[in-house]
């Protein structure tokens, strides 16, 4: 399995950035794929995921409302839009698939994990 995260970086709070996964090595359309972010205390939170075999999405309650994910399954590849970001939302984002779906995303189990990108967000 390979999951490659692209477009982390620096942002200033209230701003916007769109993390992409593209996926391979796994059956797209039986996984959930999502996005777990490790802050600097190195605590782990599954932020986001979507299954990709019934459509169902899971947000974490830090990221209800400003972060939406999209499965686009003819590119293998999810996307994470992040609006109104604030300073709390600094951490390396891991692209995350399992397919346990994403209940394990949620409970931190039985995935595989991409490298990671760093989201900056200053105050």
């Known amino acids: 399995v390979q999951l490659v995260e692209s477009g982390g970086g620096l942002v200033q709070a209230g701003g916007s950035l769109r993390l992409s996964c593209a996926a391979s090595?796994?059956?797209?359309?039986?996984?959930?794929i999502g996005w777990v972010r490790q802050f600097v205390g190195a605590e782990r939170e599954g932020a986001s995921c979507?299954?990709?075999?019934?459509?169902?999405?899971y947000y974490s309650d830090s990221a209800k409302g400003r972060f939406t994910i999209s499965s686009d399954a003819a590119k293998n590849t999810v996307h994470l839009q992040m609006n109104d970001l604030k300073p709390e939302d600094t951490a390396v984002y891991y692209c995350?698939?399992?397919?346990?779906?994403?209940?394990?995303?949620?409970?931190?189990?039985?995935?595989?994990w991409g490298k990671g990108t760093l989201v900056t967000v200053s105050s």
């Open positions: 979507i299954s990709n075999r019934d459509g169902s999405t």
């Open positions: 090595g796994l059956t797209f359309n039986d996984v959930g």
């Open positions: 995350v698939a399992s397919v346990y779906g994403c209940s394990a995303v949620r409970d931190l189990y039985g995935m595989d």
